[in-house]
């Protein structure tokens, strides 16, 4: 082993695991804030769930955004499409729990409709995917700004089981998540799709050569993103009993869902990184709200907050890759 290897291992381990060291200081920042205020209520299993329970329209979204980011993609219509699934979900239902099935399964085909032009225009058009997916979220939102107006209704009772259920103590939304995100790990982890997701993200003239279709690929890693998002989508409508055109953009799903994949290490660029450095991620982002939520410091603090650590995660991995190729 030469001199130049021993110098490059240990930056590449750092990298590896930056998404795990982020993680157990946010926990040691958020467990010192409430011993120091006396708040140990919120120290328990039961806090520990309600945490993870404020992130799941965030963690659906993210888990769908990790594929789009390792294809060498990105995905900013998702925010839209969530405003876009909650509304339509509730104006099908109507409050008839008969129309529960026939409304998931018109959004999820609505989310597919959307991830499939996604990806005709980054594949077969060559549209840079930032304009393209930027300019369905804008076809998604003059949709909703011209009939929104028009759709009304609300979703059933049996509907809110989604968002407020609970099996074994565990609430049903945290075990949806929980599988998708099981099923995502599979996938990447296990399958060919998986393997070529990471070829294609790391380059996608190479993987072209090796004779693995690079459309498909990327067309399916958008459909997933759009799924995932239609599936976020219902969650919400679950949870407020009706859809509102907004809450997608109200939760700057679009740009969190990509700042969480990135503080989880997943590169920019494609490639590299994986869905339990984005599980991470999200549970950081909860953490940071709750860490301002016991210090009773204002939104705007925590908006500035949240701005400093992307910009130092992209910093920090930038960094960190340019020291490894060099």
Not at 181 to 205: C, E, H, M, P, Q
Request: net charge positive.
């Amino acid at each position: 082993m030469n001199k130049a290897s021993l110098i490059r291992r240990p930056a590449w381990r750092m990298e590896h695991y930056a998404p795990a060291l982020l993680l157990g200081l946010a926990v040691l920042i958020y467990v010192a804030i409430a011993l120091s205020l006396g708040l140990t209520r919120f120290l328990t299993p039961e806090a520990t769930v309600s945490i993870l329970n404020r992130s799941i329209a965030l963690g659906i979204t993210a888990v769908g955004q990790t594929f789009t980011i390792l294809v060498g993609s990105i995905d900013l219509s998702v925010a839209h499409l969530i405003s876009a699934s909650a509304v339509v979900s509730s104006a099908i239902m109507n409050g008839d729990p008969a129309m529960m099935v026939p409304a998931v399964v018109a959004v999820l085909v609505m989310g597919a409709v959307v991830g499939t032009l996604n990806g005709l225009l980054i594949t077969r058009l060559d549209v840079n995917p930032l304009i393209a997916t930027l300019g369905m979220a804008l076809i998604i939102q003059g949709c909703l700004a011209s009939f929104h107006g028009r759709f009304g209704g609300s979703v059933p009772d049996a509907f809110q089981y989604f968002a407020y259920g609970e099996v074994l103590g565990l609430p049903v939304s945290l075990i949806v998540l929980a599988l998708l995100v099981l099923g995502a790990w599979i996938v990447l982890r296990f399958t060919r799709f998986g393997s070529n997701i990471y070829s294609v993200g790391g380059n996608r003239d190479t993987a072209r050569a090796a004779g693995i279709n690079t459309t498909r690929v990327v067309m399916a890693s958008h459909i997933i993103c759009s799924l995932c998002a239609a599936l976020a989508g219902l969650y919400l409508a679950s949870r407020l009993k009706s859809g509102s055109p907004w809450i997608g953009t109200e939760g700057a799903y679009d740009l969190e869902s990509i700042a969480v994949v990135v503080i989880g290490g997943t590169i920019l660029a494609g490639g590299k990184g994986g869905i339990w450095g984005t599980v991470a991620g999200v549970i950081i982002f909860s953490l940071i709200d709750s860490i301002f939520n016991l210090a009773g410091i204002d939104a705007f603090a925590k908006q500035v907050m949240r701005g400093i650590i992307i910009v130092a995660a992209v910093a920090f991995y930038a960094v960190r890759s340019k020291r490894i190729v060099a």
